[in-house]
Nanobody, 124 residues
Framework: QVQLVESGGGLVQAGGSLRLSCLASGRTSYTMAWFRQAPGKEREFVAAIRWSGGSTSYADSVKGRFTISRENAKNTVYLQMNSLKPEDAAVYYC???????????????????WGQGTQVTVSS
């Protein structure tokens, strides 16, 4: 069982930065990911990181602007978001999947555990 708690969302101007955090408890040797969901849209993959190896994967829409990282000693995964755009506004969710799940999967159905989400608002 894994419990996930996100924090760090808020309101930022376009071009600004935010850092999201996801604190994991319980079994923590899972692949971790960030997804986002804007109003009226499906939840979409943003980035993922292996808990042990540090390999990362990004959606094309955020590549070069967002960075996923983890600090295992604190059981925390981060999403550093730079050069934010209005289209990045969404509820951001942290998710976890067992390490034997295919690496880099972007399907929500492959992630077993989810946080409650944190709102990111980007003003133009």
């Amino acid at each position: 069982q894994v419990q996930l708690v996100e924090s760090g969302g808020g309101l930022v101007q376009a071009g600004g930065s935010l850092r999201l955090s996801c604190l994991a408890s319980g079994r923590t040797s899972y692949t971790m990911a960030w997804f986002r969901q804007a109003p009226g849209k499906e939840r979409e993959f943003v980035a993922a990181i292996r808990w042990s190896g540090g390999s990362t994967s990004y959606a094309d829409s955020v590549k070069g602007r967002f960075t996923i990282s983890r600090e295992n000693a604190k059981n925390t995964v981060y999403l550093q978001m730079n050069s934010l755009k209005p289209e990045d506004a969404a509820v951001y969710y942290c998710a976890a999947t067992p390490p034997n799940t295919g690496w880099g999967t972007r399907a929500t159905r492959d992630y077993d555990y989810w946080g409650q989400g944190t709102q990111v608002t980007v003003s133009s």
